[in-house]
């Protein structure tokens, strides 16, 4: 078993994010117009990108039982594995709608990592350090977000099958990395696992996610054919991904000392109501320019807000349950991310505003039920330490 501080185990996974999510970013900003040419109309468009999250939505809860059963690792490097075969499904020469079977394994695999590594750091780090340790997962994840779709700048809408063969082949060295890196799993526990602590606080943390999953779902459906009918060019599109996360990048560590030092409750609803105020601007900006501005506004409350979100949903859980409110957690997201990806193209076709407008709506409503939810929790950590 590989040994390593909290720390250096901190910096692997950093490490296994940040190359995973260049990998599975390398093409994606052109994926619906990849489809496009692959004879999908919108409605497919939606559905091969809902199945990407619909496949999480079903698995992620279960990954994460065996995770808090059976070890972090191991889930880690298969879903990795998995996540690389998928990927290379791209260069076979089929219609639109196949791809989502290529598409739905991604999306288990995607949620199996994403649930593995924030719960390690869980596992790794107490209450009071777990804000910034957080942070730099989710600046790993940005990070690699804004460097794919750069790399893959070179790659056309008919070459990108090749991108996401590159995607695969990055994924496997991610794979190699995590197989030296310990995860801080104890030894297997024959016991039974500990009941779920169900909580004002988890179900706040649960809304919070759907808030969030909302927003990012008419994203990755819309957004590409939101700048293409603005007559964005390629570059443009791509551009507008990475000036979203950079500054998150560089601001996220200052979000998670906010989420160890400050009311994490105060910023968790800021950072939410934030992103659902932006999503539905957006379709009224036909300056292509301005909208890669806003992006970057944009950013910065997502930045300050998601360490503080994703604290709240771990705060004062037992080890062995941390994988499974990690997967709770993902599946509320990805279960909203599906539901706005799904019926996104379909909107889209009627008017290019509406998931837009309709999706910010519903998310600002969500965002309003957590001031109950978490009205009796400490949002201040440094209160309780």
Do not use: K
């Not at 599975?24 to 619906?32: E, F, I, S, V, Y």
């Not at 606080?201 to 808030?211: D, E, P, R």
Request: hydrophobic share 55%.
């Amino acid at each position: 078993m590989v040994t390593s501080t909290p720390q250096q185990t901190l910096r692997r996974l950093t490490v296994i994010v940040a190359i995973q999510w260049m990998g599975a970013t390398l093409g994606l900003p052109l994926l619906p117009l990849f489809l496009e040419h692959r004879g999908g109309v919108p409605t497919v468009i939606g559905f091969i990108m809902a199945s990407f999250f619909v496949a999480g939505v079903v698995t992620q809860f279960f990954l994460g039982r065996l995770a808090d059963r059976f070890g972090r690792r191991p889930i880690l490097i298969y879903s990795l594995i998995a996540y690389g075969i998928a990927s290379t499904a791209y260069l076979l020469p089929v219609s639109a709608p196949w791809f989502a079977l290529a598409r739905a394994v991604q999306g288990a695999s995607a949620g199996a990592i994403e649930v593995a590594s924030m719960s390690a750091v869980a596992a790794l780090f107490t209450e009071s350090e777990r804000g910034r340790a957080i942070s730099r997962i989710i600046a790993a994840q940005l990070l690699g977000l804004a460097l794919g779709p750069i790399a893959g700048v070179v790659v056309s809408v008919n070459s990108l099958g090749w991108a996401f063969f590159a995607a695969g082949m990055i994924s496997f060295v991610a794979a190699v990395v995590a197989y030296r890196t310990n995860l801080g799993d104890r030894a297997f526990d024959p016991t039974p696992l500990p009941r779920l602590q169900w909580s004002p606080q988890l179900t706040g943390a649960l809304v919070a996610a759907s808030a969030g999953g909302l927003v990012i779902g008419v994203y990755e459906a819309c957004w590409s054919l939101l700048m293409h009918a603005h007559h964005a060019s390629t570059l443009q599109i791509r551009l507008s991904w990475t000036i979203f996360c950079l500054p998150f990048v560089a601001l996220s560590g200052f979000g998670g000392w906010l989420a160890d030092h400050a009311n994490r409750r105060y910023i968790a609803f800021g950072g939410l109501l934030n992103g659902a105020v932006f999503l539905s601007i957006y379709p009224h900006i036909h300056n292509n320019d301005l909208i890669l501005f806003m992006g970057s506004l944009e950013s910065i409350g997502a930045a300050l807000s998601a360490p503080s979100i994703s604290s709240l949903m771990s705060q004062g859980a037992v080890h062995r349950e941390l994988s499974r409110r990690q997967g709770l957690y993902a599946t509320s997201n990805t279960a909203a991310l599906a539901v706005a990806a799904g019926v996104s193209g379909f909107l889209f076709t009627i008017n290019s505003a509406l998931p837009f407008t309709l999706l910010a709506i519903i998310s600002m409503l969500l965002t309003l039920t957590t001031l109950w939810w978490w009205r009796n929790v400490t949002g201040n950590i440094t209160e309780t330490t």
